[in-house]
Protein backbone atom coordinates (compact mmCIF):
# COMPACT_ATOMS: atom_id res chain seq x y z
CA UNK A 1 0.00 0.00 0.00
CA UNK A 2 1.39 3.53 -0.92
CA UNK A 3 2.00 5.65 2.08
CA UNK A 4 -0.92 8.62 1.38
CA UNK A 5 -3.56 5.55 1.07
CA UNK A 6 -2.33 4.49 4.21
CA UNK A 7 -2.40 7.63 5.96
CA UNK A 8 -5.23 8.17 4.70
CA UNK A 9 -6.86 4.63 5.93
CA UNK A 10 -5.41 5.38 9.26
CA UNK A 11 -6.98 9.33 9.89
CA UNK A 12 -10.10 7.23 9.38
CA UNK A 13 -9.95 4.94 11.59
CA UNK A 14 -8.87 7.11 14.14
CA UNK A 15 -11.75 9.51 13.56
CA UNK A 16 -14.28 5.98 14.21
CA UNK A 17 -12.10 5.21 17.18
CA UNK A 18 -12.24 8.44 18.59
CA UNK A 19 -16.13 7.89 17.92
CA UNK A 20 -16.29 4.46 19.47
CA UNK A 21 -17.38 3.32 15.27
CA UNK A 22 -14.78 0.52 16.00
CA UNK A 23 -12.59 -1.51 18.14
CA UNK A 24 -8.87 -0.93 18.23
CA UNK A 25 -7.22 -2.02 15.37
CA UNK A 26 -3.46 -2.89 14.13
CA UNK A 27 -2.66 -2.56 10.51
CA UNK A 28 0.21 -4.68 8.89
CA UNK A 29 1.60 -3.17 5.63
CA UNK A 30 4.39 -2.98 3.37
CA UNK A 31 5.25 0.35 1.35
CA UNK A 32 6.81 0.74 -2.03
CA UNK A 33 9.85 3.39 -1.84
CA UNK A 34 8.96 5.91 0.55
CA UNK A 35 11.13 9.05 2.56
CA UNK A 36 8.57 10.33 5.85
CA UNK A 37 9.86 13.40 7.73
CA UNK A 38 8.01 13.88 11.40
CA UNK A 39 6.47 17.50 12.56
CA UNK A 40 9.38 17.69 14.75
CA UNK A 41 12.18 16.58 11.99
CA UNK A 42 14.92 18.44 10.16
CA UNK A 43 14.99 18.36 6.69
CA UNK A 44 18.73 18.60 6.71
CA UNK A 45 18.50 15.12 7.37
CA UNK A 46 17.49 14.33 4.24
CA UNK A 47 20.60 13.90 2.47
CA UNK A 48 19.12 13.95 -1.45
CA UNK A 49 17.43 16.37 -3.61
CA UNK A 50 14.06 15.83 -4.87
CA UNK A 51 15.47 15.05 -8.13
CA UNK A 52 17.65 12.24 -6.81
CA UNK A 53 14.87 10.96 -5.22
CA UNK A 54 12.74 11.25 -8.19
CA UNK A 55 15.83 9.36 -9.98
CA UNK A 56 15.70 6.68 -7.19
CA UNK A 57 11.95 6.30 -7.65
CA UNK A 58 11.88 6.92 -3.87
CA UNK A 59 8.79 9.24 -2.95
CA UNK A 60 8.99 11.77 -0.25
CA UNK A 61 5.92 12.65 2.31
CA UNK A 62 6.15 14.94 5.64
CA UNK A 63 3.67 13.94 8.01
CA UNK A 64 2.56 14.42 11.58
CA UNK A 65 3.96 11.86 13.65
CA UNK A 66 6.81 12.21 16.38
CA UNK A 67 10.76 11.53 15.19
CA UNK A 68 12.47 12.59 12.56
CA UNK A 69 13.35 10.93 8.90
CA UNK A 70 12.94 7.85 7.83
CA UNK A 71 12.70 5.41 5.06
CA UNK A 72 9.82 2.93 4.50
CA UNK A 73 10.16 0.53 1.58
CA UNK A 74 9.96 -3.26 -0.35
CA UNK A 75 10.89 -5.84 2.63
CA UNK A 76 10.05 -3.63 5.65
CA UNK A 77 7.13 -4.53 7.76
CA UNK A 78 4.98 -1.49 8.96
CA UNK A 79 3.06 -1.36 11.69
CA UNK A 80 0.28 0.75 12.27
CA UNK A 81 -1.63 0.75 15.67
CA UNK A 82 -4.97 2.45 15.97
CA UNK A 83 -5.30 1.88 19.78
CA UNK A 84 -7.12 3.75 22.65
CA UNK A 85 -4.77 4.31 25.19
CA UNK A 86 -7.60 5.31 27.72
CA UNK A 87 -8.74 1.51 27.87
CA UNK A 88 -5.17 0.49 28.19
CA UNK A 89 -3.15 3.03 29.87
CA UNK A 90 -2.90 6.73 29.94
CA UNK A 91 1.05 6.87 29.11
CA UNK A 92 2.73 7.42 25.79
CA UNK A 93 6.25 6.41 27.29
CA UNK A 94 4.52 3.15 28.34
CA UNK A 95 2.90 2.61 24.73
CA UNK A 96 6.25 3.07 23.44
CA UNK A 97 7.79 0.79 25.74
CA UNK A 98 5.59 -1.57 24.62
CA UNK A 99 6.01 -1.57 21.26
CA UNK A 100 9.34 -2.35 21.87
CA UNK A 101 8.70 -4.70 24.04
CA UNK A 102 6.78 -6.51 21.27
CA UNK A 103 9.13 -5.86 18.45
CA UNK A 104 12.48 -7.74 20.85
CA UNK A 105 10.11 -10.68 21.45
CA UNK A 106 9.45 -10.96 17.72
CA UNK A 107 13.00 -10.79 17.13
CA UNK A 108 14.27 -13.08 19.60
CA UNK A 109 11.89 -15.64 17.93
CA UNK A 110 13.60 -15.96 14.64
CA UNK A 111 17.06 -15.91 17.14
CA UNK A 112 17.98 -12.31 17.09
CA UNK A 113 18.76 -10.90 20.83
CA UNK A 114 17.38 -7.35 20.52
CA UNK A 115 17.32 -4.91 22.51
CA UNK A 116 16.91 -1.13 23.82
CA UNK A 117 19.83 1.66 23.96
CA UNK A 118 19.23 4.25 26.99
CA UNK A 119 16.88 7.40 25.84
CA UNK A 120 17.10 6.56 22.60
CA UNK A 121 13.57 5.26 20.77
CA UNK A 122 13.64 2.42 18.67
CA UNK A 123 14.95 -1.49 18.75
CA UNK A 124 18.72 -2.05 18.46
CA UNK A 125 21.28 -4.85 17.56
CA UNK A 126 24.84 -4.81 18.16
CA UNK A 127 24.26 -0.64 17.91
CA UNK A 128 22.30 -1.05 14.93
CA UNK A 129 19.34 0.13 14.48
CA UNK A 130 16.32 -2.55 13.16
CA UNK A 131 13.21 -1.11 13.96
CA UNK A 132 12.31 2.68 13.95
CA UNK A 133 9.04 3.75 16.30
CA UNK A 134 7.30 7.47 15.55
CA UNK A 135 3.61 7.39 16.60
CA UNK A 136 1.11 10.43 16.81
CA UNK A 137 -1.78 10.05 19.94
CA UNK A 138 -4.57 12.47 19.29
CA UNK A 139 -7.67 12.39 22.03
CA UNK A 140 -5.67 9.13 23.24
CA UNK A 141 -6.09 7.65 20.17
CA UNK A 142 -2.92 6.29 18.55
CA UNK A 143 -1.47 6.40 14.97
CA UNK A 144 1.70 5.43 13.13
CA UNK A 145 3.95 3.58 14.26
CA UNK A 146 6.85 1.33 13.82
CA UNK A 147 9.05 -0.11 10.93
CA UNK A 148 10.62 -4.06 11.54
CA UNK A 149 13.60 -4.27 8.62
CA UNK A 150 13.14 -7.69 7.77
CA UNK A 151 14.93 -7.99 3.89
CA UNK A 152 15.16 -4.15 3.22
CA UNK A 153 17.58 -3.31 0.93
CA UNK A 154 19.29 -1.24 3.43
CA UNK A 155 21.67 1.23 0.41
CA UNK A 156 18.19 3.17 0.43
CA UNK A 157 19.32 4.31 3.82
CA UNK A 158 22.33 6.49 1.91
CA UNK A 159 19.82 8.96 1.84
CA UNK A 160 18.42 10.05 5.04
CA UNK A 161 20.38 10.53 8.02
CA UNK A 162 17.83 7.46 9.96
CA UNK A 163 15.33 9.33 12.78
CA UNK A 164 18.50 11.97 13.00
CA UNK A 165 20.63 9.81 13.89
CA UNK A 166 24.15 8.31 12.72
CA UNK A 167 23.55 5.45 13.66
CA UNK A 168 23.78 2.61 11.29
CA UNK A 169 20.83 0.46 9.86
CA UNK A 170 20.60 -2.92 9.97
CA UNK A 171 17.87 -5.59 9.12
CA UNK A 172 16.56 -9.36 9.86
CA UNK A 173 18.06 -10.62 6.15
CA UNK A 174 21.40 -8.56 7.06
CA UNK A 175 21.86 -10.68 10.27
CA UNK A 176 21.27 -14.09 8.54
CA UNK A 177 17.65 -14.76 8.82
CA UNK A 178 15.81 -15.57 6.22
CA UNK A 179 11.86 -15.10 6.70
CA UNK A 180 8.91 -13.62 4.64
CA UNK A 181 7.01 -10.16 5.63
CA UNK A 182 3.62 -12.72 6.48
CA UNK A 183 5.50 -15.01 8.54
CA UNK A 184 7.28 -12.29 10.52
CA UNK A 185 4.00 -10.34 10.71
CA UNK A 186 1.81 -13.56 12.38
CA UNK A 187 5.07 -13.97 14.86
CA UNK A 188 4.93 -9.71 16.01
CA UNK A 189 1.14 -9.98 16.13
CA UNK A 190 1.06 -12.84 18.54
CA UNK A 191 3.18 -10.93 20.94
CA UNK A 192 1.26 -7.53 20.36
CA UNK A 193 -1.82 -9.25 21.34
CA UNK A 194 0.33 -10.45 24.35
CA UNK A 195 1.79 -7.29 25.34
CA UNK A 196 -1.74 -5.28 24.53
CA UNK A 197 -4.13 -7.95 25.84
CA UNK A 198 -5.44 -8.13 22.54
CA UNK A 199 -7.21 -11.06 20.67
CA UNK A 200 -5.93 -10.29 16.78
CA UNK A 201 -8.24 -12.16 14.37
CA UNK A 202 -6.97 -12.06 10.60
CA UNK A 203 -9.33 -9.90 8.39
CA UNK A 204 -7.20 -10.17 4.67
CA UNK A 205 -3.72 -9.70 4.09
CA UNK A 206 -1.47 -7.01 5.72
CA UNK A 207 -4.18 -5.62 7.39
CA UNK A 208 -5.20 -7.53 10.98
CA UNK A 209 -7.90 -5.86 13.23
CA UNK A 210 -7.70 -6.30 16.75
CA UNK A 211 -10.63 -6.56 19.63
CA UNK A 212 -10.22 -6.58 23.39
CA UNK A 213 -10.39 -9.83 25.25
CA UNK A 214 -13.23 -10.65 27.25
CA UNK A 215 -12.65 -11.19 30.66
CA UNK A 216 -12.26 -15.01 31.92
Given at each position: ?????????Q?????????G?????????????????G??????????S???????G???H?T?????I??????????????????W?R????Y??A??????A??????????????????????????????????W????????????D????????P??????????????????????????????????????????????????????
Amino acid sequence: MDYASALELQRRLVTQRQQGAIDDQLLLVEHPHVVTLGRNGHRENLLASDEILERAGVAFHPTDRGGDITYHGPGQLVGYPILDLRQWKRDVGAYVRAIEETLIATLAGFGIAAGRIPKLTGVWVDGRKIAAIGVHISRWVTSHGFALNVSTDLSYFQYIVPCGLTKPVTSMAALGVRATLEEVGYVLAAHFGRVFDFELPLVAPALAGARKREPI
